[in-house]
């Protein structure tokens, strides 16, 4: 079992950074794969940034240069930096680990203001 506790949000007005952070239980984290995804009103949960236990990160192509994924494995904690935030990135943000089965965390607001 693996928990999932993420921070970080908050209200932001565009062109400001956040650093959000998702802390995991479980002896486990370092051999998934951790990613965030974001979902705004009315909308579907989709992928913005994702790291593998080896490091390999992926980005949406809306965050790309922008937002930087890492991990601290001797933390059980994955990071998310955003930079240079705009409006559309306004949504709540969930933390997932993926190594055969699927966790998520609660989830934390970010809203960014024009």
């Known amino acids: 079992q693996v928990q999932l506790v993420e921070s970080g949000g908050g209200l932001v007005q565009a062109g400001g950074s956040l650093r959000l952070s998702c802390a995991a239980s479980g002896s486990i984290f370092s051999i998934g794969r951790m990613g965030w995804y974001r979902q705004a009103p009315g909308k579907q949960r989709d992928l913005v940034a994702s790291i593998s236990s080896g490091g390999r990160t992926n980005y949406a192509d809306s965050v790309k240069g922008r937002f930087t994924i890492s991990r601290d494995n001797t933390k059980n904690t994955v990071y998310l930096q955003m930079n240079s935030l705009k409006p559309e990135d306004t949504a709540v943000y969930y933390c997932?680990?993926?190594?055969?089965?699927?966790?998520w965390g609660q989830g934390t607001q970010v809203t960014v203001s024009s």
């Open positions: 997932n680990y993926l190594w055969g089965l699927e966790y």
